[in-house]
């Protein structure tokens, strides 16, 4: 019993360790140190600095190069690459498939520790290696376009404060992205230095708004382009959004509680199998041990036990969905 766990546990800390790694990507400091060597390189007449300047691009060409092979295997790339900048991360497509790739080594490697048949091996090792980084960045997605929500109301209210005051839009919306914290404040400093290097406000706000793609954003840009048709009061028209956000913001949250039990019994439900599974492993492991040994001579390598697990998994799977649909409003 303390093999198989020594085993895990390995397997579990190198997949952390290889899914840190090559997703979080070069530190701020770096890049920046790169950027102005770089800078330096290409204006500098030292010898030894134009050689290494070109040293450093061949490097990097052929890191992409590499990395071609992996992001040619992407079905459509844009879809994947738009998902990835609404992280606000800055990863690239080359690490985001090169993540994949070492996860679904890991999980291979541990099925094949664990004697499985190939085809099981590959099925696994594949769906592990596609479906947690993409369910990882969508985490991340729905984090953060839950803190953008939740501060954009009160970017609106600055912008009412800003314009009552006499400022112009496009003032106000720096001062917007120096004073609200987090992916507010990113999100409008990105449409300040479009606006700077010659975007029209229209074309920086439906960017934004299509790497967002939430609702609220929407609403401001529509707003906007139609205060600028028909005139009016801008202030006063930002002001109403503002309210208008809060009390759909209000609403969320009194669906979310009246809910709230409903997803507690989903989840004891849909958890208590498994806790039972775990503990009884965990005190009586040969009595378990059947499920965890792979039959060479049934479909893909799987026992009678692995078939009837998988099957009760696939009946929860479908119990869970219908439940998730059950509590799911759209407001």
Known sequence: MDNPLILMTMLGMALVVVFAVLLLGPSADKARARRLALIRGRHSDSADAILEARMRKAISNRT???????VSLIPN??????RIRMTGKKWTLGQYMTASAGIALVVAAYLVLKGYAPLTILFIGLAAGLGLPHWYVGKLIKKRVALFTKYFPDALELLV???RSGLPISETMGIVASEIPGPVGEEFKLISERMKIGRTMDQALQETADRLGTPEFQFFVIT????????GNLAETLANLATVLRQ???MKLKIRAMSSESKASAYIIGALPFLVFGLISWINYDYMA??????????LGLSLMQMIGIGGMCWMGIGVFIMAQMINFEI
Do not use: C, S
Request: proline share 14%.
């Open 64 to 70: 992409t190069e590499d990395m071609k092979l992996l």
């Open 77 to 82: 790339p844009e879809n994947l690459a738009k």
């Open 161 to 163: 404060r800003g314009l």
């Open 224 to 231: 906007l382009a139609i205060q600028r048709e028909t005139g």
């Open 248 to 250: 759909r913001a209000q």
């Open 290 to 299: 059947p499920f965890y040994t792979p039959d060479p001579t049934g479909p």
